[in-house]
């Protein structure tokens, strides 16, 4: 028997958070907040598609600017442009982040259909090794001396694997796994591409002062140039010898991506289990599924199996979806804050930049 003034479930003032009251007679239900989520994503991918298409013009009127780095200058561009930025910040905001994760992850996975085993052993193992002492130095060095100097967060960790791996591609791929903020990724984004691009413009005009042949020239471009799409940009100044030699040199770097993010994960599991919350705290594996299906890549990649159209067909893809990436992520760049911690930033980013340029240097002299 019902008692007289009963409540329903989840109807008085201490009902607890997220349980709707029923709706009454003729008044239509509230949206929820999962309604709410698959449109706000895609206002987000769709002002990140305007981005990519912007980026993709530039690309093309000014061939030097790899499309990539188009993309990260113009979302912070849009973060920052009256009548745009209220967009990013709001109703886009969950779109641009779904971009930034997301979509990056995808794109580090087809990444790996640029590599193969033959093109590794082809370099011959003096060079590998050169490569692997290049990616060991500029990231001790830089995540150390960044946190000499008293950066934020994850900051240190993210441009020191921005500089040693391949730029914004690496830091989304260890975000990913360290859980970093985002303003974290997106300062480390934003530094890591100025650097690169400038190195667009320094490194050719250094090729014959420093005595560097073209096969030199490109090896030395593969193993200090950030980003793939930078890398090709500088390289080509000196020809194909040199572009061919940068390439193989840049994908062996790429190649290094899956056993730091391992392990990573394996030092994040540690501290937790030294701080007594292994149960609680976040468990990311020892293997992130985008970097096995990296490695999966590489080894389909290596059967040649795959026909030219199937990897030209990918290699467009991989781009777009870096470019949309990059384009969430520029666009969480918030320039007065970054103003606070500026110098520091610009500081470290020149050392790690001298760092990587000068052990490359001589890592090349060495083994050619």
Do not use: N
Request: charged share 10%.
């Amino acid at each position: 028997m019902a008692l007289t003034g009963a409540r329903t479930p989840g109807s008085g003032p201490g009902a607890a958070p997220g349980h709707a009251l029923p709706a009454a007679p003729g008044h239509a239900l509230p949206v929820t907040r999962g309604r709410r989520t698959a449109p706000a994503a895609a206002y987000g991918l769709g002002l990140a598609g305007c981005g990519v298409a912007a980026a993709w013009g530039v690309h093309r009127l000014v061939p030097a600017v790899p499309m990539l780095t188009a993309a990260v200058v113009l979302g912070i561009g849009a973060a920052h442009l009256p009548g745009v930025r209220g967009l990013v910040r709001g109703g886009c905001r969950a779109g641009l982040t779904f971009a930034g994760k997301r979509l990056m992850r995808l794109g580090i996975v087809l990444l790996g259909l640029r590599l193969s085993l033959d093109d590794v052993l082809g370099l011959g193992w003096a060079t590998v090794a050169m490569v692997g002492c290049v990616v060991a130095a500029t990231f001790s060095g830089t995540w150390w001396l960044g946190r000499r100097m008293g950066l934020r967060g994850d900051q240190p960790l993210l441009i020191a694997i921005g500089y040693a791996i391949c730029g914004a591609s690496a830091i989304g791929a260890v975000s990913e796994v360290s859980d970093s903020e985002e303003r974290d990724v997106a300062t480390s984004v934003a530094l890591v591409t100025l650097c690169g691009t400038l190195a667009i413009a320094v490194l050719p005009l250094l090729q014959h002062p420093l005595g560097l042949s073209d096969a030199q020239f490109g090896r030395w471009a593969g193993a200090s140039v950030h980003d793939v799409g930078q890398v090709v940009a500088a390289a080509q100044t000196a020809g194909p010898a040199a572009l061919g030699e940068a390439v193989l040199v840049k994908l062996v770097r790429v190649a290094l991506l899956a056993p730091l993010v391992a392990a990573l994960a394996v030092s994040v599991r540690a501290r937790a289990r030294a701080k007594g919350r292994a149960r609680e705290a976040k468990r990311p594996p020892l293997v992130p599924l985008f970097v096995a299906g990296f490695l999966a890549m590489v080894a389909l990649r290596s059967t040649e199996l795959l026909p030219t159209a199937a990897l030209a067909a990918a290699g467009t893809a991989q781009e777009l979806l870096l470019a949309a990436a990059l384009f969430g992520l520029g666009s969480a760049v918030h320039l007065p804050s970054l103003s606070r911690t500026g110098p520091r930033v610009a500081a470290l980013g020149l050392c790690a930049w001298v760092v990587i340029a000068g052990v490359s240097y001589a890592g090349v002299l060495l083994t050619t």
